[in-house]
């Protein structure tokens, strides 16, 4: 006997153990369609528009169709207290939704709108709509604080809905715009509403306990009426009814109850109805038992049909079976017979003082699950497999709740067991694992990262550069911050930018030439693999279209009057050589002004095309011929000529007497100040503060020059500086084609190289390549030229932990790490500037303007 009442226990315990209610809002947390597409743009509705461009269906969060101004905006925000405005999204069927999230309208950095603040309504049927509020009563939700950044925020309680209006609130009249998502899961149940009494208040050795339906979202007269609350929000009770699941909530919030006292008959009737006519196996009602407080399960249930206008006359009656003796709060099956129905109306009758419920759940054969993530769409299939949502409703068989509870745990053991297993493996693999595997780990996690730096056009390319490339952006090892959206599809929205558009249609790789009329890549920071091309057409054609119509003034050179000096090293398209050009002065005319030019021959930088170049290469290397030709800066290194009419074929650049920046202060060191007349004394190898900020001050104007016309350089650094007499300084870009130079790039399998130690984070982990990551390089420059070029920045950290420096400033928890201060590095410049070229968020970084200017007053 006592065995069998051993085993009846157990069987209780697994059976309560197994019964859920409909939803778990902790794992019902799906995204239903706005972000990924599912929701189709005619389900995206809205109150009005600003124009097509901020039309409903590009309120979608962190999606870009690649049209439109990337958010809802409505036409005339309203008034405070109008609440007019919407943003409405038809999910075709009842969803449980736990999560929203909003954004605001980033339209490619030119958009600053965003609702700080907003309201949401919600439908089960399109004609009666609920204002959501929280436990509290609190109806405002807070929103965005900035236009890209994604706000999430549970809604406590949960609501079940059709449909869903956001609508913005703010205090003056003013323009906002949104993005939004929905999160959850589909509504199986298909209950649309509840009606039951009002719940009553005990007094409870002096403490007063509310039972009533404090989340109600229907009719609240002296019986509530078609709504839903706490008996469907997926939150089932403590043991004890005065604790809460909810912090600071009343004694008896989890729980609807009511008193026998006012219910002659001895039950309590609450009706339920349906979406459909429905087949009904069973019901589940959560209820409180703790009996030495007066409250007990009820001891019978009696359940009325409807599927037309009358009620059925013959119910299902239901008495548990045996009085448990536990006082723990417990969900009691009612089984329903598998009667049809589109109402339900249940007399609950009293089996003490008071009765609590918290928590029903139906079970039908017409709720079938929907292994879909999405919402369901009409005229989709839907799919009932088992096991595939933590929403799905399990079959009341006594039997089939047995054997579900020993798969479960015999597929836990298993799963515990190969988890354990696969560590030990893993560890000893870790151990033998040698720094050169650690190396190639990194190197195979970054090559995705390559093509940031190379670009690989395809071989139906046209003559005009207009043929489609490779598109490929950085692995993200981080997450992606907010305000980071594809190059390819931001600036071909910007009619300003228009001439860029070519460039940048790559994505986020990176090209040394041009990718466009008006958007190259200045520097020459890569190596690339050109595409093989069985055609050798004449580069004649190819010549006659790139130069018509252009105002390019450049000269053929003879190349006979070229003489080699030294091979600087290989380029992005060939060799660079330093090279004396005899009469290059007297070619070029008394008009133009070079560097060394009362000197016969000139020093001069000649970049060569290699000879086994195909036609997309030579079209490359006479675009970048055409848009340096166009450059016209005292601080930036000239073209001077072009040698096309033969191969190999080669452009003509400066190349001042002193070398580039960094040897140049390699060779110097800091002048002490004595004070006197000794402070304005320099030895042949010594240089003052004062000075090393003019060479800062003119790289500055020249890529306040570059900057005006939106060019980024993506390689800056002092190798990539040459220093001409009278310390003039001009930008170029040969750094990394020489040999000297190896080691300040980062180097992935041979195929590209990065610049990691100038580089901003969000190029490194994002690809994203701005004038703000200039400015981010033109700080570590500036850092360069007042430590005389003595150490490599970050010289105390390895490639790798340089990278991962990167990835602190992204998780941005203080834990990055900066360049030191230089020691002749006045306060104003470390603090107010070099520090600022390093902020976290680009916007806030300074200008080169603003750059230009500061260090031009602190000379």
């Known amino acids: 006997m006592a065995v069998k009442l051993n085993l009846c226990c157990v069987f209780f315990i697994l059976t309560a153990a197994t019964v859920k209610p409909q939803v778990n809002p902790e794992t019902c947390r799906y995204p239903l369609g706005m972000t990924g597409g599912q929701i189709q743009d005619e389900d995206i509705s809205a109150s009005s528009q600003w124009s097509e461009s901020t039309a409903a269906r590009f309120g979608r969060l962190d999606f870009d169709t690649g049209d439109g101004d990337g958010a809802w905006c409505p036409d005339i925000m309203s008034e405070p207290g109008g609440f007019k405005e919407y943003l409405q999204v038809d999910l075709r069927s009842l969803h449980f939704i736990t999560l929203v999230g909003t954004q605001g309208r980033h339209a490619d950095g030119m958009g600053n709108e965003f609702a700080q603040r907003y309201r949401i309504k919600y439908s089960r049927d399109g004609g009666s709509w609920m204002g959501w509020h929280d436990r509290m009563g609190n109806q405002v939700v807070e929103g965005n604080k900035n236009t890209y950044d994604v706000v999430l925020k549970d809604l406590e309680p949960p609501i079940v809905a059709r449909f869903v209006r956001f609508m913005p609130v703010t205090d003056p009249s003013s323009i906002v715009c949104m993005r939004v998502e929905l999160y959850g899961c589909e509504w199986l149940d298909g209950l649309v509403s509840y009606s039951i009494p009002d719940g009553h208040q005990m007094i409870y050795r002096g403490l007063d306990v509310f039972f009533n339906d404090s989340v109600y979202d229907g009719a609240t007269a002296q019986r509530l009426t078609k709504g839903l609350g706490q008996l469907t929000d997926g939150a089932w009770g403590l043991d004890d009814f005065l604790h809460s699941h909810v912090p600071g909530a009343w004694p008896g919030y989890d729980y609807v109850g009511w008193s026998n006292k006012t219910f002659p008959k001895g039950y309590v009737e609450v009706v339920f109805d349906f979406d459909h006519i429905r087949n009904f196996t069973s019901m589940k009602v959560h209820c409180s038992n703790m009996f030495s407080r007066g409250v007990r399960l009820f001891r019978q249930a009696t359940c009325f049909f409807r599927s037309e206008s009358e009620w059925e006359p013959d119910p299902m009656t239901f008495r548990p079976s045996a009085e448990p003796l536990s006082q723990s709060g417990r969900f009691v099956t009612v089984p329903l017979g598998d009667r049809t129905a589109s109402s339900i109306k249940c007399r609950f009758h009293f089996g003490d003082q008071w009765l609590l419920f918290s928590e029903v759940a139906f079970q039908s054969g017409s709720a079938v699950y929907n292994t879909s993530l999405g919402p369901h769409k009409q005229g989709q299939p839907k799919k009932s497999l088992l096991g595939e949502d933590p929403t799905h409703k399990v079959d009341d068989s006594n039997t089939k709740i047995l054997i579900g509870c020993l798969v479960a745990i015999i597929a836990i053991l298993l799963t515990v067991i190969v988890i354990i297993l696969w560590r030990q493996v893993w560890q000893k693999m870790l151990e033998k694992a040698s720094r050169r595997w650690l190396d190639d780990e990194l190197t195979a996690r970054l090559a995705a990262q390559t093509q940031a730096f190379s670009f690989l056009r395809s071989s139906q390319s046209s003559e005009d550069g207009s043929g489609s490339g490779s598109i490929s952006t950085y692995e993200r090892i981080y997450p992606a911050c907010a305000d980071y959206q594809e190059p390819s599809r931001l600036i071909r929205k910007l009619p300003e930018f228009a001439e860029c558009a070519e460039h940048l249609k790559s994505g986020t790789s990176s090209r040394a030439g041009v990718g466009s009329d008006g958007a190259p890549h200045y520097a020459e920071a890569d190596i690339i693999s050109l ?43 060939g060799e660079v050589h330093l090279c004396e050009a005899e009469d290059m002065q007297d070619f070029l005319g008394e008009d133009t002004l070079t560097e060394g030019s009362s000197e016969s021959p000139l020093l001069v930088a000649v970049k060569m095309l290699r000879e086994d170049a195909n036609n997309n290469a030579r079209n490359d290397f006479l675009k970048e011929i055409r848009i340096m030709s166009r450059l016209r800066d005292p601080n930036i290194v000239r073209l001077l000529a072009v040698c096309v009419d033969t191969d190999p074929l080669c452009m003509i650049t400066e190349y001042m007497e002193n070398g580039d920046l960094n040897q140049f202060l390699c060779s110097l060191r800091l002048k002490t100040l004595t004070g006197g007349e000794a402070d304005q004394q320099e030895g042949s190898d010594e240089v003052s503060s004062v000075k090393l900020l003019g060479m800062a001050v003119q790289v500055a104007s020249g890529m306040k020059y570059l900057s005006s016309l939106n060019f ?40 590209a190289v990065l610049p990691i130690r100038w580089m901003s984070w969000e190029s490194i982990l994002l690809g994203k390549f701005t004038m703000a990551s200039d400015v981010w390089a033109f700080g570590v420059t500036l850092w360069e030229i007042l430590t005389l070029c003595k150490e490599q920045p970050y010289s105390h950290l390895s490639d790798e932990q340089v990278i991962e420096n990167t990835g602190e400033f992204f998780r941005n928890q203080g834990k990055q790490v900066y360049l030191p201060q230089p020691q002749c590095c006045p306060d104003r410049i470390y603090v107010d500037l070099m520090l600022s070229c390093w902020r976290r968020n680009a916007k806030e970084r300074p200008s080169f303007q603003e750059i230009h200017a500061q260090l031009t007053e602190s000379r």
């Open 531 to 573: 595409q093989e091309s069985s055609d050798s057409g004449s580069i004649t054609a190819v010549n006659m279209n790139l130069f018509a119509g252009s105002d390019l003034t450049l000269r053929e050179f003879p190349k006979e009057k070229l003489t080699f000096k030294e091979k600087l090293g290989e380029g992005q398209f």
């Open 712 to 751: 980024v350089h993506r390689d800056l650094a002092t190798r990539n500086c040459l220093v001409g007499k009278n310390d003039t300084i001009k930008i170029a870009d040969f750094g990394m084609s020489r040999n000297l130079y190896r080691g300040d790039y980062f180097r992935i399998q041979g195929r």
